[in-house]
Every structure is written in structure tokens, then in C-alpha cells.
């Protein structure tokens, strides 16, 4: 079996745990183990809410599920005004903030990071499952 979705959600807080219940019901359905899932959903929620905290001048957002019997394929878009993914330091140990990049680097697989300054952001990741 295999689900893809593809959504286009508003530029705010409410849309990231919308987007993590989405997940999470398509990976129950697909009985995918509960390790992977959690790892997804922190990628999931880093990625988004760094759009809406990030993404200024975007209203929207756009976020891919790929979701298949042996891995998931998560894209999350934007056409705020862009990072550079190269200069993302590591936070210090006091920081609050800072440490989604590296957390979606860590969780995910076949991470990649694009974005054009004024034209958008691309992050995309995936997990194979056992």
C-alpha cells in the first residue's frame, strides 16, 4: 500500500500539529513501528515550524507525504525569503532555539536542504522502515 498527499496550508501555528496528526494516521495505517513514527514527527514538526516561525511574507506552505509500506517521503515548501542551509551553526548548550535542522539531519535520511534567497525553501527527507 502506499498514501501520498500533498497539502497546502496556511502560514501559521494551527497548521503544524495538523500536519503532524496527518502523519501519524497515515503511518498507523500503514503499521509502521512506533520508533520511525516518532522520529518522522519530530522532522515533520521542526520542518513546518520553521516555516511559520522563519517563512516571513509566505501565507502558505506546501507539504508532500510519501508514505509507502517500506519508507516515507516528506517535502515541506516555501516562498518566504530562504535560509542558507550551509550556515546553520550548531545552538549553544542554553539556547531554546535553533536545533531543528540538525534534528531533521539527524532523523531523517537522503536529507536535502535547498532554498533561493526572496523565491523559497525546499527541505526534504525520508526514513526507510525495517
Do not use: Q, Y
Not at 522520529?39 to 520553521?50: K, Q, R
Not at 517521503?73 to 542558507?84: E, N, W, Y
Request: glycine share 6%; net charge negative; proline share 5%.
Amino acid at each position: 500500500m502506499r498514501m501520498t498527499v500533498r497539502l497546502a496550508l496556511p502560514r501559521e501555528a494551527g497548521s503544524v500539529p495538523a500536519v503532524r496528526r496527518l502523519l501519524r494516521s497515515a503511518l498507523a495505517i500503514l503499521h509502521v513501528d512506533r520508533h520511525d513514527s516518532d522520529d518522522l514527527e519530530i522532522a515533520i514538526t521542526e520542518a513546518c515550524s520553521n516555516v511559520v516561525r522563519h517563512a516571513s511574507g509566505a501565507d502558505t506552505f506546501e507539504v508532500c507525504l510519501d508514505v509507502a509500506d517500506d519508507r516515507c517521503s516528506i517535502d515541506v515548501r516555501d516562498d518566504g525569503p530562504g535560509f542558507d542551509p550551509d550556515a546553520s551553526d550548531a545552538p549553544s548548550s542554553s539556547s531554546e532555539h535553533g536545533r531543528g535542522l540538525m534534528l531533521i539531519k539527524a532523523l531523517g535520511e537522503n536529507v536535502r536542504m535547498h532554498s533561493v534567497p526572496r523565491r523559497g525553501s525546499l527541505i526534504h527527507f525520508e526514513k526507510s522502515f525495517a
